[in-house]
């Protein structure tokens, strides 16, 4: 990951342990290799002279092939004259029979077991309850250390050095990140441009003879990684710093400042208390995107993450001055400055938490200013009450696309997101649900991302037919699939054609979106005639219907 700073400056990291994110501590193997005996595959430390200063280590992961995952992580913090280092991690887990909103099982990581998922315990909607632990000093090397087995995946974890507080979630005491693996827009010296984030992330593969998930597309991507910059954009109604607010933006691999077709553009929000780099270090979408894009699962995409704190009077509930905002400076500066469409059906908005209650007020109150919304872990928060007048704008019923999503076992979401999604399909309004076994924390978050990238984001198509020819023997139709998003891919696929319910010949193949289908004049005189595009791995299918 190439990292530049708030005037362009390159951020030198040196390797930055090799992938940015915040997550490059892990230098791993392919995630099904299995070697026979233990090895380890996180590289070296980081680099002396330029990254976390003399005495930095990275956390070291290893492949065991031992029960219970098949890897485990050894993290270290480098203070001789601390008399205390604990390191709190996102790692407690729970199993579906053992979770409910309120309740979870609270494992260990040395508890894990196939199917147990990460969850706090307790399970309090949005509150920190991770375990902390106390970490052993080397007397001799000065080196504070503590080593876990870990289940695939991204984890998140920092650093309390001679904290005295008593409270489970040490409230009371500072945060630091690894000084070895620090956050993406972190100099050298530790000094954060733009938004301070206090923790550090490391990606651990997965060993499938252990049933561990194959989470590999959170894993740092080296071959094919794009670029994050953090940028100020001009915005009088920010009061920290006056006059401008913090951007984070990530650019695919190969960004092209001229590139012919414009790029689509993912705006992510944050939840409360969190900032512009929350997505790119803790939600590792830099990573998610760079994989997808390298795998072919989703076209090149340029992804903007806000940060809606001082803004002015935005403060608890009061969404209005968000949408203000996003229309009128967040969206200007970034089709000003990057070669991204301005087109509706171009742009996405997503967001968890408090992000999932701007999205919801921005598919209502801002409706044709983006195609696509997700809405994560918040329920009804920002949508209007069920007889608001705003139910009926007929746009809401034209979206390309509406995620609603979350964990089930978050008091945030439910039942919040039951009546939300009852009132969308009383209203007529069509959206996807996609409810993950998970709470209200970047483990559910991740996968809502995944999901909505994969399945409905800049995916949707019209499928259009007409009749080219028609003789007394056969009537030629002209099928054209069309994306909704500008795209420089064509849709590929087949179409096919149905009558009664029941498909008529074969599939034909799409060149260059277009196929043409043969039938009987009987047919299509006679009988409801639709063409169904069955989609690709760019694109979703869509339907026509022709008019006799």
């Not at 193997?29 to 595959?41: C, E, F, K, N, R």
């Not at 309120?102 to 309090?124: C, E, M, R």
């Not at 760019?538 to 008019?547: H, K, L, Q, R, V």
Request: proline share 9%; with cysteine.
């Amino acid at each position: 990951m190439r990292l530049r700073g708030r005037r362009g400056v390159r951020l030198t990291v040196g390797t930055l342990l090799g992938a940015g994110l915040a997550l490059g501590s892990a230098v791993t193997a392919p995630a099904q290799a299995a070697p026979a005996s233990a090895a380890t595959v996180a590289a070296a430390p980081a680099n002396p002279m330029t990254w976390g200063g003399p005495h930095a280590f990275s956390p070291q992961v290893v492949h065991t092939g031992q029960p219970p995952t098949g890897y485990e992580v050894t993290f270290r913090y480098y203070d001789p004259t601390a008399t205390s280092v604990r390191l709190r991690g996102e790692w407690y887990f729970s199993d579906a029979a053992h979770t409910t909103t309120t309740t979870s099982a609270g494992y260990l990581p040395s508890q894990w077991k196939p199917g147990d998922f990460p969850i706090a315990f307790p399970n309090q909607g949005a509150a920190p309850n991770w375990p902390v632990v106390q970490m052993t000093l080397n007397p001799r090397t000065g080196v504070w250390s503590y080593t876990t087995p870990l289940p695939s995946g991204v984890f998140t974890y920092g650093f309390y050095v001679n904290c005295t507080s008593t409270s489970p979630t040490l409230a009371d005491c500072t945060e630091l990140s690894d000084p070895s693996n620090r956050p993406w827009n972190t100099t050298s010296d530790g000094t954060a441009i733009g938004s301070v984030e206090p923790t550090s992330q490391v990606y651990v593969p997965s060993d499938p003879r252990f049933g561990t998930p194959d989470l590999s597309w959170q894993a740092p991507n080296r071959r094919h990684h794009g670029t994050l910059e953090d940028v100020s954009y001009p915005d009088p109604q920010s009061t920290n710093p006056v006059g401008s607010h913090p951007l984070a933006v990530y650019l695919p691999p190969g960004y092209n400042a001229h590139r012919r077709v414009p790029y689509p553009t993912l705006y992510l929000s944050h939840g409360g208390g969190g900032n512009e780099v929350d997505w790119s270090t803790q939600g590792a979408a830099g990573n998610i995107l760079d994989n997808l894009i390298a795998r072919h699962q989703v076209q090149p995409m340029v992804v903007v993450m806000t940060n809606f704190n001082n803004l002015g009077t935005c403060t608890g509930q009061d969404v209005s001055c968000y949408a203000t905002d996003v229309r009128e400076y967040v969206i200007p500066f970034v089709e000003s400055h990057y070669n991204v469409s301005t087109k509706a059906g171009d742009r996405a908005f997503a967001g968890l938490s408090a992000g999932g209650r701007r999205a919801n007020y921005l598919l209502f109150h801002e409706t044709t200013l983006f195609g696509y919304f997700a809405s994560w872990s918040i329920g009804t928060g920002g949508a209007p009450a069920p007889t608001d007048p705003l139910w009926q704008n007929p746009a809401l019923r034209t979206r390309l696309g509406i995620h609603i999503g979350g964990g089930i076992y978050d008091s945030i979401t439910i039942p919040g997101i039951d009546t939300y999604e009852a009132q969308l399909t009383a209203a007529g309004i069509p959206f996807t649900d996609d409810r993950i076994a998970g709470g209200h924390e970047w483990y559910t978050w991740r996968q809502n991302l995944y999901d909505f990238l994969t399945t409905m984001a800049f995916r949707h198509t019209t499928t259009s037919l007409q009749v080219v020819k028609q003789t007394r023997n056969v009537v030629v139709l002209g099928v054209t699939v069309t994306p909704d998003t500008t795209e420089p891919a064509q849709p590929k696929g087949t179409v096919q054609l149905v009558i009664n319910g029941q498909p008529v010949g074969s599939p034909k193949r799409l060149h260059d979106g277009y196929a043409e289908l043969r039938l009987s004049p009987y047919d299509y005189a006679n009988l409801p005639v639709t063409v169904v595009y069955g989609g690709d791995r760019y694109y979703n299918g869509s339907t026509a219907t022709g008019a006799h």
